[in-house]
């Protein structure tokens, strides 16, 4: 019976998460792109200097800071480590020129759903900020069945993307290298999740707030010591990713270029899942910024994706390309996992860069855990009012106490296909309201100042 729910799973796995779904979102990405005149030219000047602005007389409940670095807390994860290293391994170098370009792309359709989330959220009589896909689906199109379907997708979603793969990647390393007994760390860690998620967003923002700068830097700290210590490689190592992106062919340090189109697919999916563009999740935390503006919020969600894939993946890319150029020995054909050629990246730094990735893969997966049960909850909320939310949070945390001792290769597939059905509808919204979006993303930038905070008008619902 497993294998065959396994199979049938894996057969529906391989068609949402096929070429037709690639291009869906890439060109979503680059139509996007064109529609709001590059818009993230303004993503590295005015999204970050937003982003640490504080604007408490606008509604909302945490700051913009606080709501993008809980979008960044479930969109910065093993994905950025691993997944990276997966993408080289089977789709050779030039996967990492393709996962950031995905990345790049993926600006402007981070930028318009967040958008939307902002500008059709609702506020409920208890003062809090509610919004994303569904209730962009619901009050900007009408579709409030759609949303509905989306919101489904997302809540379960979260069991598994957001919580068992992550506490389950703790947990092996935990084991591997503090010979901690796997069910000791589900219990850890389902209790600190509890401790936070009941605090509910505010909560969990003030955690994010100080724990995601701090994993971000940590990790990017390591692989600038590697970059120094193969500094004669990086140039070579660009070289080889931009050609390899194009064509087949063999480069040094036993590097293999598997040819244009598993570059593409391996490269555009590993941005996808890195920075989660198009897939209508971290919208839902911006949809709780204090802002007055629908734009300046998803300026600020926007360099998300800046700071997730154009940066964080492609230094690990670059790591991982000049460890393998600057050690020819390895063959990287009998690598099984994106996972084993980090360690062997980050076993260069003497003594520490064991510790350094170790706890990159622990805080990255933890804050994943936080901010995809945020994701939740307000998904459950959405089809199934408050009264959901006590039994969702309960049920998160019985997962997250499982997960190290359950198999879930089952798990992450059903996880996986849920976040592809969840594009769809998200993707719907972004298409159909890019009108709305274009218009009023031209007001606030083209017509207006910089320095003008004018709000754009607004109308929220209030609901209980």
């Given at each position: 019976?497993?294998?065959?729910?396994?199979?049938?799973?894996?057969?529906?796995?391989?068609?949402?998460?096929?070429?037709?779904?690639?291009?869906?979102?890439?060109?979503?990405?680059?139509?996007?792109?064109?529609?709001?005149?590059?818009?993230?030219?303004?993503?590295?000047?005015?999204?970050?200097?937003?982003?640490?602005?504080?604007?408490?007389?606008?509604?909302?409940?945490?700051?913009?800071?606080?709501?993008?670095?809980?979008?960044?807390?479930?969109?910065?994860?093993?994905?950025?480590?691993?997944?990276?290293?997966?993408?080289?391994?089977?789709?050779?170098?030039?996967?990492?020129?393709w996962c950031w370009l995905t990345g790049v792309f993926g600006i402007a359709t981070k930028y318009a759903e967040s958008y939307i989330a902002v500008k059709y959220r609702v506020k409920t009589k208890d003062g809090r900020m509610q919004?994303?896909?569904?209730?962009?689906?619901?009050?900007?199109?009408?579709?409030?069945?759609?949303?509905?379907?989306?919101?489904?997708?997302?809540?379960?979603?979260?069991?598994?993307?957001?919580?068992?793969?992550?506490?389950?990647?703790?947990?092996?390393?935990?084991?591997?290298?503090?010979?901690?007994?796997?069910?000791?760390?589900?219990?850890?860690?389902?209790?600190?999740?509890?401790?936070?998620?009941?605090?509910?967003?505010?909560?969990?923002?003030?955690?994010?707030?100080?724990?995601?700068?701090?994993?971000?830097?940590?990790?990017?700290?390591?692989?600038?010591?590697?970059?120094?210590?193969?500094?004669?490689?990086?140039?070579?190592?660009?070289?080889?990713?931009?050609?390899?992106?194009?064509?087949?062919?063999?480069?040094?340090?036993?590097?293999?270029?598997?040819?244009?189109?598993?570059?593409?697919?391996?490269?555009?999916?590993?941005?996808?899942?890195?920075?989660?563009?198009?897939?209508?999740?971290?919208?839902?935390?911006?949809?709780a910024a204090q802002t007055r503006n629908p734009v300046r919020q998803a300026l600020v969600s926007s360099t998300g994706t800046f700071w997730d894939t154009v940066v964080v993946c492609l230094m690990t890319g670059l790591v991982l390309?000049?460890?393998?150029?600057?050690?020819?020995?390895?063959?990287?054909?009998?690598?099984?996992?994106?996972?084993?050629?980090?360690?062997?990246?980050?076993?260069?730094?003497?003594?520490?860069?064991?510790?350094?990735?170790?706890?990159?893969?622990?805080?990255?997966?933890?804050?994943?855990?936080?901010?995809?049960?945020?994701?939740?909850?307000?998904?459950?909320?959405?089809?199934?009012?408050?009264?959901?939310?006590?039994?969702?949070?309960?049920?998160?945390?019985?997962?997250?106490?499982?997960?190290?001792?359950?198999?879930?290769?089952?798990?992450?597939?059903?996880?996986?296909?849920?976040?592809?059905?969840?594009?769809?509808?998200?993707?719907?919204?972004?298409?159909?309201?890019?009108?709305?979006?274009?218009?009023?993303?031209?007001?606030?930038?083209?017509?207006?100042?910089?320095?003008?905070?004018?709000?754009?008008?607004?109308?929220?619902?209030?609901?209980?």
């Amino acid at each position: 019976m497993y294998d065959t729910v396994n199979s049938i799973v894996t057969t529906v796995n391989g068609v949402v998460w096929g070429w037709p779904m690639i291009i869906l979102l890439l060109g979503t990405h680059v139509f996007l792109t064109l529609r709001t005149g590059f818009i993230q030219r303004f993503t590295i000047t005015r999204g970050i200097r937003l982003s640490v602005a504080k604007d408490p007389d606008a509604e909302g409940e945490v700051s913009q800071f606080g709501a993008l670095t809980t979008a960044l807390a479930a969109t910065i994860g093993t994905g950025n480590i691993v997944g990276v290293g997966t993408a080289i391994a089977i789709g050779g170098p030039g996967a990492v020129l393709w996962c950031w370009l995905t990345g790049v792309f993926g600006i402007a359709t981070k930028y318009a759903e967040s958008y939307i989330a902002v500008k059709y959220r609702v506020k409920t009589k208890d003062g809090r900020m509610q919004g994303g896909a569904m209730y962009a689906l619901e009050r900007g199109l009408n579709m409030k069945w759609l949303g509905m379907v989306f919101a489904f997708f997302a809540a379960f979603a979260s069991f598994g993307i957001g919580c068992a793969t992550q506490v389950n990647a703790i947990a092996e390393i935990c084991e591997t290298n503090f010979h901690i007994p796997k069910i000791a760390i589900g219990v850890a860690v389902g209790a600190l999740t509890a401790i936070v998620i009941f605090g509910g967003i505010k909560s969990i923002a003030k955690v994010c707030e100080k724990l995601v700068p701090f994993m971000a830097v940590f990790y990017v700290l390591g692989c600038i010591i590697i970059l120094c210590m193969n500094c004669d490689y990086i140039i070579p190592a660009v070289a080889v990713i931009c050609r390899l992106a194009f064509t087949p062919g063999a480069a040094a340090g036993g590097l293999v270029g598997s040819g244009i189109r598993m570059a593409i697919r391996y490269g555009v999916a590993r941005g996808l899942f890195s920075n989660e563009s198009g897939l209508g999740s971290a919208p839902i935390a911006a949809a709780a910024a204090q802002t007055r503006n629908p734009v300046r919020q998803a300026l600020v969600s926007s360099t998300g994706t800046f700071w997730d894939t154009v940066v964080v993946c492609l230094m690990t890319g670059l790591v991982l390309v000049t460890t393998i150029m600057k050690n020819p020995g390895v063959d990287v054909n009998r690598i099984d996992n994106g996972g084993q050629l980090t360690t062997l990246a980050f076993g260069q730094i003497p003594y520490l860069g064991p510790i350094i990735l170790t706890l990159g893969i622990i805080t990255f997966a933890y804050s994943t855990i936080l901010g995809w049960a945020y994701y939740g909850e307000r998904c459950v909320e959405y089809f199934a009012g408050k009264f959901g939310l006590v039994p969702y949070r309960f049920l998160y945390i019985v997962v997250a106490v499982g997960a190290p001792i359950m198999k879930l290769d089952l798990v992450w597939l059903i996880a996986d296909t849920l976040n592809a059905l969840m594009a769809i509808p998200n993707l719907a919204a972004v298409l159909l309201l890019s009108n709305v979006m274009v218009k009023d993303t031209r007001r606030y930038i083209h017509d207006l100042d910089a320095r003008d905070n004018t709000p754009i008008p607004v109308i929220y619902e209030t609901r209980r």
